[in-house]
């Protein structure tokens, strides 16, 4: 298994810029989410996903958009890009266990974003 | 989401034990206790999890309080390897919104 892929691993965008920002994983993991990463931070959640055709925003959702059409795949949206934007992001799935969302995160290797 | 609290950063020697604490205080019932770590420039990596029961796995042990409004990763042997920042984080049944604290940067000294 690939486990979870994110591409690109680097991106610079001007501002005004619009991107997606791809995450595939082929575990057939139900849960799916986006995490940003500002230096020296902890991560913070952007949107999740707990299957196909079902979105949710998480605590910084402004400025992002996120679709579910398959199980594999969820990509984030930067419609705009700003510098407030600038960060690393990282895509995790999970997969669900006797209907609870509580078996363990697997993270890509994250998308470093610059927007000047 | 219940928070967790857990201190900035802690130092150990190469070989030596590292108890990694975090304070839960809010959990509830159904929260499991999960632990990651970020080695430099890379995603976070699951470490290990549990609800009530202290568990082992080949990575480390969790110390779960009584009370489970505490517990302790436990490597038992820190490498250089082990140095990076640990997160403690709660997840519910739901588990759909979990929080990333600051986490503990672990430094090891060889």
């Known amino acids: 298994n690939a486990g979870v892929t994110q591409t690109p691993k680097f991106q610079v965008l001007k501002t005004g810029q619009s991107m997606t920002l791809q995450c595939a994983q082929d575990?057939?993991?139900?849960?799916m989410s986006w995490y940003r990463q500002d230096p020296g931070m902890g991560l913070r959640l952007i949107h999740y996903?707990?299957?196909?055709?079902?979105?949710d925003q998480g605590e910084v959702p402004n400025g992002y958009n996120v679709s579910r059409s398959t199980t594999e795949d969820f990509p984030l949206r930067l419609l705009s890009a700003a510098p407030s934007q600038t960060s690393v992001y990282f895509c995790?799935?999970?997969?669900?266990?006797?209907?609870?969302?509580?078996?363990?995160?697997?993270f890509g290797n994250g998308t470093r974003l610059t927007v000047t | 989401d219940a928070k967790t609290t857990q201190p900035n950063s802690m130092e150990s020697n190469e070989e030596e034990p590292v108890h990694l604490p975090c304070n839960h205080s809010?959990?509830?019932?159904?929260?499991?206790i999960h632990w990651y770590r970020q080695l430099p420039s890379q995603g976070p990596e699951y470490v290990i999890h549990?609800?009530?029961s202290n568990v082992n796995n080949r990575m480390a042990s969790l110390a779960i309080a009584e009370d489970r409004k505490s517990s302790t990763l436990i490597l038992h042997r820190a490498t250089l390897r082990d140095a990076a920042v640990y997160y403690c984080?709660?997840?519910?049944?739901?588990?759909?919104?979990?929080?990333f604290g600051a986490g503990t940067i672990l430094r090891v000294k060889s």
């Open positions: 995790a799935s999970s997969r669900r266990i006797l209907g609870a969302y509580n078996s363990p995160l697997h």
């Open positions: 575990m057939n993991h139900e849960y």
């Open positions: 809010t959990i509830s019932g159904t929260d499991y």
């Open positions: 984080i709660l997840r519910d049944a739901n588990g759909n919104k979990l929080v």
């Open positions: 996903s707990v299957g196909a055709g079902i979105t």
């Open positions: 549990g609800l009530t």
